[in-house]
């Protein structure tokens, strides 16, 4: 009795905690329904805060966990591949012995001048990844099934290929034969709706006319960032990213500075405002320090940061340039999973121009001749970005 009971019974919030502690040990209960309370919730790929971000997930996403530790819940996307939450981001709906999935009503395409846009109709809010593969994007959304008769599908074009589903998910796949140039994914009232911005077209005198750069100069405010020799950071950024702005300017590219004036904004309405612009390269300016000065004489000078593979190919430019004018040591180009290296709706790179905690290269990024050296450097970086990644023979004004 206990046993139908709980299965079709949805437990209501304290009582289902209850019920998936005693998770593993009931065998009744197979999965505990969670449902996401904030945007932007990462799944790793291990239980702790350092593991690997698999994807990240809308307010009011649906999963399904079938384990927990201290602070995660194990969520099952599909069978053999498992993911993890933390607890605070999710609360538990209901324990349920099945999982359940739909089938996607209709994905629509509109092949649009600067992008595509895909439309996806579905009555579920399932977990998905959105990733890229070299220059192709793949999409998995979860506990989803496209079916080849209840499925509409509609002006699909070429380089896309929907994947027959096997298993309870659906695969979309876009092919593209150049570089990615920016892609996101936002939550609408009917499904998902993807973006993904076509290669842009290049002028091979003036690569960066019309591209759109947003400048982000690091901290502000009562974030200071680095401090030495009297000098402070936030200072340093917004002076670097102004000059940044005029050599941008006169190349022909439209930009604009989060930030004019010496003010603390928050990390995700930086984001939201390059989005906003329509940003074809976010770049976020900072200068160095280190956690321990014992390794002063180990890491110095300058470094270009990167999280999404689109984004590396102008981290590698920019550190190329920037090495040749400013004759800095070498602070190579890293992965690095940032707040302003992870959007991916635009290329996005994070420049360290120096370490600012030492001496000879403080005494540098204050002047105003090596800040323009810097400046010209990084839209040097951008340019031969965009000429080797998109000036092709058929791809030129
Ligand atoms: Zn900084």
Request: aromatic share 10%; with cysteine; charged share 35%.
């Amino acid at each position: 009795m206990k046993r139908i009971i709980l299965s079709i019974i949805l437990i209501l919030s304290q009582s289902a905690i209850y019920a998936v502690e005693k998770l593993e040990n009931v065998g009744i209960a197979k999965y505990a329904v969670l449902e996401t309370i904030n945007d932007n919730v990462p799944l790793r790929q291990k239980d702790n805060e350092n593991a690997k971000r698999i994807t990240h997930l809308f307010k009011d996403t649906v999963l399904f966990a079938d384990k927990q530790n201290k602070n995660y819940y194990r969520v099952e996307l599909k069978e053999n591949n498992y993911v993890w939450v933390n607890k605070k981001f999710v609360e538990v709906q209901a324990i349920i012995p099945e999982k359940r999935f739909d089938n996607i009503k209709k994905i629509e395409f509109k092949d649009k001048k600067k992008n595509y846009n895909i439309e996806i109709k579905t009555d579920s809010n399932s977990a998905f990844v959105l990733k890229e593969n070299g220059n192709n994007l793949d999409f998995t959304l979860f506990d989803n099934r496209y079916d080849p008769i209840e499925t509409k599908i509609l002006n699909k074009p070429e380089n896309f290929i929907v994947k027959e589903t096997i298993e309870n998910e659906f695969d979309l796949k876009f092919l593209n034969n150049s570089p990615l140039f920016g892609y996101d994914i936002e939550k609408t009232k009917k499904g998902y709706l993807i973006n993904i911005k076509k290669a842009p077209k290049i002028n091979s005198k003036k690569p960066l006319k019309n591209i759109t750069i947003v400048i982000d100069p690091g901290h502000g405010g009562d974030e200071f960032g680095a401090r030495a020799f009297n000098l402070d950071e936030k200072t340093i950024n917004l002076q670097i990213s102004k000059r940044l702005k005029k050599e941008f300017k006169k190349r022909g590219a439209k930009t604009y500075l989060t930030r004019k004036k010496d003010k603390k904004i928050d990390l995700y309405k930086r984001i939201d405002f390059a989005k906003e612009k329509n940003a074809d390269i976010l770049l976020s300016i900072h200068q160095n320090s280190l956690a321990n000065p014992k390794d002063i004489d180990k890491k110095h000078g300058v470094g270009t940061y990167y999280y999404n593979n689109q984004s590396k190919f102008l981290a590698q430019k920019i550190q190329e340039n920037l090495l040749n004018q400013t004759k800095f040591k070498d602070d190579k180009v890293n992965y690095a999973s940032f707040a302003l290296t992870r959007p991916t709706n635009q290329i996005s790179v994070l420049i360290e121009c120096g370490y600012l905690i030492r001496k000879e290269e403080a005494d540098k990024l204050k002047d105003k001749k090596f800040q323009k050296i810097i400046s010209k450097a990084i839209t040097k970086g951008c340019e031969d970005y965009l000429k080797e990644s998109f000036l092709t023979k058929n791809n030129s004004l």
